[in-house]
């Protein structure tokens, strides 16, 4: 289990399970990639952001690309 802390935020790692505590009250609770993009989107902190930049690169972009031959009805 790893903990971060920026001010009154606290995000929770735990085998890919993310929780964060805003205020000391739950805000978050579910997959790991999400918490972290709302964690850093909740701190506005370039340095919070620059700790979790290799884990937010690493996410795969989309495969597929909007089709240019759609047919109206």
Do not use: W
């Amino acid at each position: 289990m790893t903990e971060y802390v920026h001010k009154d935020a606290k995000l929770v790692l735990d085998s890919n399970k993310a929780t964060i505590y805003i205020g000391g009250k739950l805000s978050f609770r579910g997959s790991g990639y999400p918490g972290i993009t709302q964690f850093v989107k909740y701190c506005k902190d370039p340095n919070v952001t620059n700790q979790f930049r290799a884990q937010l690169e690493m996410r795969e972009k989309p495969r597929f690309k909007k089709s240019e031959s759609i047919e109206k009805e």
